[in-house]
């Protein structure tokens, strides 16, 4: 797809979205009420909370990838323990992540690991190793 056709399809998924932003914006009025010519006399602030827009942002896995540092094993095992955000289909070859949930995640990953709840890996115990064994120290 080139470039002019994105962009007509951007302006045609965007319409249905402007057109409900423009229902909510103020009439021309230049009273010194601004709540008056705001839809069923609720202030800005309460439309805006009430009215979010209506998609969320997904991400596929090149871009989670790049996000989150973990191998695809990793986080598919999280997943299935229902430690990580669930991925879903969009079709039948395009798995996609919420990204907000990601971020979600993200934080809550870090709040926990500056309050040292995670539980860290063990050390391993060099002295099992079969290659390389650890010197014995000097007797002195």
């Known amino acids: ?7 007509v399809a951007a302006t045609l998924m965007m319409e249905p979205i402007m057109g409900r932003i423009d229902q909510m914006m103020p009439t021309g009025n230049s009273n010194n009420n601004d709540n008056d010519n705001l839809p069923q006399g609720r202030s800005l602030s309460q439309l805006v909370v009430a009215n979010p827009l209506p998609f969320r942002r997904t991400i596929r896995r090149t871009e989670l990838r790049q996000i989150v540092p973990l191998a695809d094993t990793t986080i598919y095992d999280m997943e299935r323990r229902g430690e990580f955000p669930r991925r879903f289909n969009l079709t039948a070859r395009c798995v996609v992540w919420d990204l907000t949930e990601v971020e979600t995640w993200l934080v809550a990953r870090r709040q926990a690991s500056d309050t040292s709840q995670l539980k860290r890996a063990p ?14 120290a000097p007797v002195l």
């Open 1 to 7: 797809m080139d470039a002019a056709s994105q962009a």
């Open 123 to 136: 050390s391993p115990d060099v002295r099992q190793r079969k290659r390389r064994p650890v010197k014995s």
